[in-house]
Every structure is written in C-alpha cells, then in structure tokens.
C-alpha cells in the first residue's frame, strides 16, 4: 500500500516508489512533475545514468530522440550509451552496438502476433514463407541493452544491468544471426532508438545479403527518436513486411512523465507521422498500438483518450491492451485485473477502433 505525498491518501493503487496518486497527477500537474523528477533521478543515479537528459551548454548534442542531449564532458547521455570523452563521442556507433539477440520460434507471442504476416494468415504468399502462422521459422529477437524512457513498471529492465557494459557487437556479428530459418527480426529491448543507426545499417545489409527472400523487420519501441530515423525505421518495416509496434504508455502528459520520465509529446507526433503511410500497405498492418493497464494509473480515461486519437488517425489500426504484471519499481502493484482489463476493453471499442484486443490474458489477476 503506497500513500500520495500530495493529498496523503493510501491505497494499493498507489505505487510506493512513485507515491502519488492518479487524481493528484491529473489535478496537480506541477507539484507532481517537480516530485517525479526527484524519484526518476534519485532511482536512475542509483544505475549511474544521469538523473535527468544533460543540458549542458558546451556540451557534445545528439538528437537521436527526445531526449535531445548535450553531454558535458566526462557526462553520459540520457540513455547511458554515449559519453562525452574529452569533445570525442564514445560509446556505441553504426558498426558497434550494445545488444544480444536469440531465435523466437514463430508465432512468437508478440504484440502483432494475432495480425501479422508471422503469427496470423495475413501477408501470404508476398510476405510469409506460410499460409496460415510461420510455423518451423523463427523470429530473429534482438534486445538492445539502453532505452531513452525510464519507465517505473518496465517489464524488461533487466536490460539496464548491461547498459554499461564495455562488450559490444560488431554489427557483422548481427547480420551473420540471420540463417535459412529466419523469416523475421525483431527489434525491441530497452528500446532501439538510441542504437538506430547500427541496427538500421544492420538491417540494410541483412535483407543486401538475403535479397530475393521474405526477411521481414519490425520494431517494437516508445516511438520517441527522431523524425529523420523514424522514416528509416518506417521504410524498412513498409517494404520488408515488417511492422512497427508502438507503445502508447499514456495519454495524459503529467502522468506520461510521471511513469517514464520522459514527455509523450514526441511519440504521439511520430504515431501521427507512420499513418500516413497506411495506405501504400494496409497488410499485414504496418502499424500496430499497444498500452500496458497499469492498475491505478492507465484506466479506462486513459485507454480511451488514446482509442480516440488511434481512431482518429484511422480506425483498422491495431491496437492491444496489454496485463500488467508487477515488476521493477511498480512490483507493489497487483496484476492487471479483469474488470480493468474489460473496462479499457470497452472504452477503446467505444472510441471506434476496429480492431482492439486484450493480450496477455493469462497474467490478470
Ligand atoms: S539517444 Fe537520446 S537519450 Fe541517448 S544520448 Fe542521444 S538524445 Fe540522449
Ligand atoms: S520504454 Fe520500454 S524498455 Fe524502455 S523503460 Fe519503458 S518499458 Fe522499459
Ligand atoms: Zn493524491
């Protein structure tokens, strides 16, 4: 049981870490930016990444994502991948990354797994090796080890144990993981964004070296990096097959910030930005939505501002609500129960969406 240091109520829908309740963050927007700033930095030195992005004047500027560095020197960046040693970039590049991967055999249960061309009928024969799921292929998985988000229910942050890792992968090394079995690789994490540029030049070459087969690339992120890469990312999943899985964490920017630590306003830009694209391949869909029902913050308001927005855009795309499970610094947290799960079901259906579902169903509580 958390308590909200503004109107000091407890309730289990209060995370402790956080301790601030969902109708404080929604009503009290300053005085929770100003202490979610204070528990996002106390938590990240603890990692020894900086508190908050540096915005060091003389500082070395990347403008990979939000984020929107200027590192100091001696300084890392946001994500912890780039230092700024004496003026010099260090750290990762487009032929050095910080990753691992391993072989999902398909259909993985991934976010699009129920409409895309590895898990479902969609895309035969341009795109998938079979007419109904991949069955015999695999997923090529790869797990960046940073993410430009600091988000207080990760389901994933182990990955922050390798951030700073002096190991990197030549990206041959990537390249050379996709064999005959490979139908799709998968970039997630942590996130790609800080690591585009290797995992796009790897990309290039996989499909330059496979050309003439179905090798499909497809992205799972916070959306937040550049526009300019974000067209990359949005060109190599159009004409591979692949897909590009976006995470709406929240529609509300005050609590945006106050679960992640980071604003939403680039990630609802670059959602906007992909559907566009939409109709140069409506199949299998090429951009698909997913929000993780995070008990006593992402509630049915939420899941509806975000359907509406989704809807607005255009109705086909895919969007899934995914169970939470407690983890990290929201591991006080209960699980995702049914009736949150039905009614977020019910406001994205209301919203207009055609296509909405709840995933993960095994882990409600
Ligand atoms: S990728 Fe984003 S978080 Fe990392 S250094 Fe560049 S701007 Fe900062
Ligand atoms: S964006 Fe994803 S990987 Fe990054 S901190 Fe948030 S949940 Fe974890
Ligand atoms: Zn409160």
């Known amino acids: 049981m958390g308590s909200c240091r503004i109107c000091e109520k407890k309730s289990s829908l209060t995370s402790r870490e956080l301790g601030l309740c969902l ?14 700033l204070e528990v996002h930095a106390r938590i990240r030195t603890g990692w020894g990444l900086p508190g908050e992005a540096p915005r060091h004047p003389e500082g070395i500027a990347c403008d990979l994502c939000v984020n929107s560095c200027r590192i100091g020197e001696g300084g890392w960046g946001y994500c912890g991948l780039r230092q700024n040693a004496q003026g010099r970039v260090e750290g990762v590049s487009a ?22 061309a590895g898990g479902s009928r969609c895309g035969y024969p341009t795109y998938s090796y079979r007419e109904d799921a991949e069955y015999g292929y695999e997923n090529l998985a790869v797990f960046p080890h940073a993410c430009t988000f600091h988000c207080l229910f990760c389901q994933n942050w182990h990955f922050r144990y390798y951030t700073f890792e002096d190991r990197c992968e030549p990206v041959e090394s990537l390249v050379r993981a996709v064999n005959e079995k490979t139908a799709c690789v998968c970039y997630f994490g942590g996130d790609p964004s800080p690591q585009l540029p290797y995992l796009l030049h790897a990309s290039r070459m996989m499909r330059e070296r496979d050309k003439g087969r179905i090798l499909r690339i497809c992205w799972e992120t916070n959306g937040a990096m550049s526009k300019r890469l ?24 005050t609590l945006h910030f106050a679960l992640t630590g980071v604003t939403n306003r680039r990630t609802l830009e670059n959602f906007q930005r992909l559907a566009k694209w939409l109709p140069s391949r409506p ?65 994205a259906k ?8 709840v995933g993960n169903i095994h882990l409600l509580g």
């Open 95 to 116: 032929t050095r990354g910080k990753l691992s991967w391993y072989y999902d055999p398909l259909p993985t249960n991934c976010v699009a797994d129920w409409v895309c």
């Open 283 to 347: 199949e299998p869909p090429f951009l698909i939505a997913s929000t993780l029902m995070v008990p006593g913050y992402i509630d049915a308001q939420e899941v509806g501002h975000i359907a509406e927005f989704i809807e607005s855009l255009n109705p086909e795309i895919p969007y899934s609500l995914l169970a939470f499970h407690p983890d990290y610094k929201m591991n006080d947290l209960a699980a995702t129960s049914r009736k949150q799960a039905q009614e977020c079901l019910a406001a």
């Open 230 to 253: 974000l067209d990359e990312v949005a060109d190599s999943a159009l004409t591979s097959g692949g897909c590009i899985k976006f995470d709406l964490k929240a529609w509300n920017e």
């Open 350 to 357: 209301q919203a207009g969406l055609k296509r909405v579902r």
């Open 23 to 36: 109708d404080c963050i929604r009503s009290r927007p300053e005085e929770t930016r100003e202490w979610a």
